[in-house]
């Protein structure tokens, strides 16, 4: 029998334009069964409910001091958080929301003199904090369509990407063609889910790479007539891996459930 996952309340403490399309909000007074505790994996998420509803939507926990939490919000042209977070003439501030336990997937090896991360927009949370909390020589491909200098740690090594239309992103073509360093590394990619799927099965069927050097997370799906279904990747992901499967195949298994398939 599995726990039931913990969940917090918290307050809408403050919230913040970063870019055009990124809104920062910061949370306070955290309340839950026992105090919210990091995971301390970089990439780590949580599920969030807004007020009045009762589906989730993952976030990357940005930072966590103790006292605020802080997430970054992809504003796009519709959606449930995405309305709640950014529509005009409403402003969150002071709501109480619901977020789960955190969930973290970044598993560098101790072997990796390298790493490279790519993601879009909504990945940017997790490579600014991955880049803030790791020390090897990292590449970064970021696909953003808002200037976001100074998002990312001074004297990061990023290569700056428009996506190719609003809501829209081509990254898989990116990575296919990009010269990979010698030796052990680490791979971390997120994102739109076609992309993901794409490069899993580059990394897999082209360059070979064994499954501990990679993690590459479909974040949203782009293009969808029909919404995903909204499901927790934390059952999906203890599931797998008592199973003891790889990273890639539990995330093909949480892009399959989304999308109401077997993977
Ligand atoms: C582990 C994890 C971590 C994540 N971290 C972050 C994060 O830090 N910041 C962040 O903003 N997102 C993050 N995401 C992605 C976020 O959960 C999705 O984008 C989510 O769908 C947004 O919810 P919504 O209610 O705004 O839109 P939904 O109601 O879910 O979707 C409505 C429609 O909008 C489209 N859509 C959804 N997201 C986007 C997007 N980003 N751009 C363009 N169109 C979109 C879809 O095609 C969908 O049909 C993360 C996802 C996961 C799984």
């Known amino acids: 029998m599995t726990a039931r996952a913990r969940e917090y309340a918290a307050t809408v403490a403050r919230r913040e334009q970063v870019s055009p399309h990124l809104v920062r909000l910061v949370l306070a007074d955290l309340e839950g069964p026992d105090p919210f505790v990091s995971t301390g994996i970089p990439d780590e998420w949580v599920g969030l409910v807004v007020p009045g509803q009762f589906q989730l939507r993952y976030y990357t926990v940005r930072s966590w001091d103790g006292s605020e939490l802080v997430i970054d919000v992809v504003v796009h042209e519709e959606g449930l958080v995405t309305e709640w977070a950014w529509s005009s003439g409403r402003d969150c501030t002071g709501e ?154 539990i995330w093909a298994a949480y892009d399959a459930a989304r999308e109401g398939a077997t993977p």
């Not at 007539?225 to 999906?236: K, S």
Request: charge should be negative.
């Open 96 to 249: 109480r929301v619901t977020l789960s336990e955190p969930k973290g997937s970044f598993a560098m090896p101790e072997s990796a003199t390298w790493m490279m991360l790519v993601g879009d927009l909504t990945a940017m949370p997790a490579m600014a904090r991955i880049l803030r909390e790791t020390d090897v020589p990292t590449r970064v491909w970021a696909e953003v369509p808002d200037d976001l200098t100074g998002y990312l740690p001074e004297g990061a090594d990023v290569t700056w990407l428009a996506p190719p239309g609003e809501g829209q992103s081509a990254v898989a073509s990116v990575v296919e063609s990009v010269d990979w360093p010698e030796g052990d590394g680490y791979f971390w990619m997120a994102g739109e889910s076609s992309q993901m799927r794409a490069i899993r099965k580059h990394l897999m069927r082209e360059r070979r790479l064994p499954s501990t050097a990679y993690d590459v997370m479909g974040y949203w799906r782009g293009g969808a007539t029909r919404q995903p279904r909204a499901v927790d990747p934390g059952p999906i992901w203890r599931e797998g891996q008592a199973a003891g499967r790889s990273d890639e195949e």
